[in-house]
């Protein structure tokens, strides 16, 4: 069995618990590792990171959209955003929402293969000794 998806930033996910999962590599650079301050232009290196923050602006949409259709019992809509997120920031948290609404739309083969992208291990079922 898998774990519940929900436990772990999946079904009832705040957009906080996958921005932490996200954040160090958001936090920093991509051609020199600085710190970044929030600018357009890295103060290290000056690399243009423009596009950069657009893609992670439409990522974080796309994390409320998922969240938002999960939350309404839209899973088909939230499996296809999850899917588009996976494009943009493919995280563990991404395949974790992806497994938790295929789960959730009875799509049970999606939901395992996105669980063990995620990194979810399987365990025994509740009872099961």
């Known amino acids: 069995m898998i774990q519940r998806v929900d436990d772990e930033a999946g079904a009832g996910a705040e957009p906080a618990a996958m921005e932490a999962e996200g954040g160090s ?14 600018d357009a232009v890295c103060h ?13 602006a439409q990522a974080d949409r796309l994390l409320q959209d998922v969240l938002r259709a999960h939350s309404h019992g839209r899973f088909r809509t939230a499996m296809a955003r999850a899917r588009a997120l996976l494009r943009l920031e493919p995280s563990p948290g991404a395949w974790r929402l992806l497994a938790a609404s295929a789960l ?11 669980a063990r992208r995620a990194g979810l291990k399987a365990s025994a079922a509740p009872g099961a000794d």
């Open 104 to 114: 959730r739309a009875g799509d049970f083969a999606t939901a395992v293969r996105a």
């Open 44 to 56: 290290r290196c000056r690399t243009d990171l423009g596009l950069l923050i657009a893609i992670e």
């Open 25 to 38: 590599r958001r936090a920093r650079c991509p051609t020199c590792g600085a710190r970044r301050r929030g």
